[in-house]
């Protein structure tokens, strides 16, 4: 079974803070994403990496910066963490020719206060 | 942009009851994924559906890719207690990019006992 871990199910950090979100895939999976997930707005992509220190920017990565210096690893960095980045936030991996079946980990909610 | 509406927004059934939920699109699509994603947890890949007219089955899941290739079905037979969650349809964004996903907003399907 693909096992896609997140370091934190719950975290909750002020206004300001640098954040640091962790996701390991234990697949050897190319592919990585992030995405976060708002109710009435659906998932969102964050990011994307193709291979280690690769990364593509998706839908909405103001604010957001990524790490992929391991293959099995792919971290959301947030800058200076605002309110409006309270959310669900879902780390996926897939196979490079099966990029759409996305495996996801089990999220983490971060407040920001 | 490109949009995937599904319909119906939420679901309210009995235990042993079948399911149809469906997902349409302004544009054409080559693929076809469904996720569900249970409480306070990430999406699970259900099916996916590679071919117009194609018709899958997963256990008591079926679906199918439409012929048009602007819609794809979900079919759920003898609903459990279990198969309470949200059910996403997803298919791969056609603005240029050739990893991103375009997710619809979700079905909630609530089980009654």
């Known amino acids: 079974d693909v096992k896609v871990t997140q370091s934190s199910r719950y975290l909750v950090k002020r206004t300001g803070e640098k954040v640091f979100l962790e996701c390991v895939q234990d697949?050897?999976?190319?592919?990585m994403f992030w995405y976060r997930q708002d109710p009435g707005l659906g998932l969102r992509l964050i990011y994307f990496?193709?291979?280690?220190?690769?990364?593509e920017k998706g839908d909405i990565p103001e604010g957001y910066s990524v790490s992929r210096e391991k293959k099995e690893r792919f971290s959301l960095i947030l800058e200076s963490a605002s309110t409006n980045q309270t959310s669900m936030y879902l780390c996926?991996?897939?196979?490079?020719?099966?990029?759409?079946?996305?495996?996801f980990g089990p999220g983490t909610r971060l407040t920001v206060t | 942009g490109q949009q995937l509406n599904q319909s119906p927004q939420s679901m309210f059934i009995q235990e042993g009851e079948d399911v149809s939920m469906n997902c349409t699109s302004s544009?054409?699509?080559?693929?076809w994924l469904w996720y569900k994603q249970e409480p306070g947890e990430g999406p699970v890949l259900l099916i996916a559906?590679?071919?117009?007219?194609e018709l899958t089955s997963n256990g008591r899941l079926t679906a199918q890719f439409g012929i048009t290739r602007k819609d794809s079905f979900l079919n759920i037979s003898a609903s459990i207690p279990s198969d309470v969650g949200i059910y996403f349809c997803?298919?791969?964004?056609?603005?240029?990019?050739?990893?991103?996903?375009?997710f619809g907003k979700g079905t909630l399907l609530t089980v009654n006992p």
């Open positions: 559906l590679y071919k117009a007219g």
């Open positions: 544009s054409i699509f080559n693929t």
């Open positions: 997803a298919g791969p964004y056609s603005g240029g990019s050739n990893y991103k996903l375009t």
């Open positions: 996926a991996s897939a196979y490079l020719g099966q990029i759409y079946e996305q495996y």
């Open positions: 990496s193709y291979d280690v220190k690769m990364k």
């Open positions: 697949m050897d999976h190319e592919n």
